[in-house]
T-cell receptor
């Protein structure tokens, strides 16, 4: 299989604090990982593409200083929401492409972030 | 540029009835197309994918989809709906790089 995990599954933080979300490929190496955001009853919005060992590429309109992405190894990418505000509350989903393949993305179970 | 349109934000069927979820795509290159299912508060699970091989693609849980180039469609079907099929379904197309472009989603409701 190709399993992607996310931690935590749910997190509640206070406004102004930062929160880190981890995305791990458990049984494969991932050269590329993606971070998506999903609002209630809406589709997935791609936030950024993360490549191991290089800077993430952010989609237009996504604040790179607010959503810090680090892809430090072939199995781990992290998303840090800095100085979180209530409008950052959302469902964040990551996905990964297996090293050696070119297109199939394996999705994590998502992280529900609530900022109070 | 690639894009995906899912017709119908909500589809309601009776248990045992045919499921038909519509997806039309726009692509300047031969497309790679995908259907994903999402259950509440969960990530996406791949149902099936089209990658320029057979035009009729069979997936998991009894779902299948037919690629019709002339109609630029990739509709998802299942002969007999089950209560457990109730979920959100997303059609997606891979763009010229490796990004996925998602449709707006269709919520499938299954009536007992």
């Amino acid at each position: 299989g190709a399993v992607v995990s996310q931690h935590p599954s749910r997190v509640i933080c206070k406004s102004g604090t930062s929160v880190k979300i981890e995305c791990r490929s458990l049984d494969f190496q991932a050269t590329t990982m993606f971070w998506y955001r999903q609002f209630p009853k809406q589709s997935l919005m791609l936030m950024a593409t993360s490549n191991e060992g290089s800077k993430a590429t952010y989609e237009q309109g996504v604040e790179k200083d607010k959503f810090l992405i680090n892809h430090a190894s072939l199995t781990l990418s992290t998303l840090t929401v800095t100085s979180a505000h209530p409008e950052d509350s959302s469902f964040y989903i990551c996905s990964a492409i297996r090293q050696g393949t070119s297109y199939e993305q394996y999705f994590g179970p998502g992280t529900r972030l609530t900022v109070t | 540029a690639q894009s995906v349109t899912q017709l119908g934000s909500h589809v309601s069927v009776s248990e045992g009835a045919l499921v038909l979820l519509r997806c039309n795509y726009s692509s300047s290159v031969p497309p790679y197309l995908f259907w994903y299912v999402q259950y509440p508060n969960q990530g996406l699970q791949l149902l099936l994918k089209y990658t320029s091989a057979a035009t009729l693609v069979k997936g998991i849980n009894g779902f299948e989809a037919e690629f019709k180039k002339s109609e630029t469609s990739f509709h998802l079907t299942k002969p007999s709906a089950h209560m457990s099929d109730a979920a959100e379904y997303f059609c997606a197309v891979k763009d010229s790089s490796y990004k996925l472009i998602f449709g707006s989603g269709t919520r499938l409701l299954v009536r007992p």
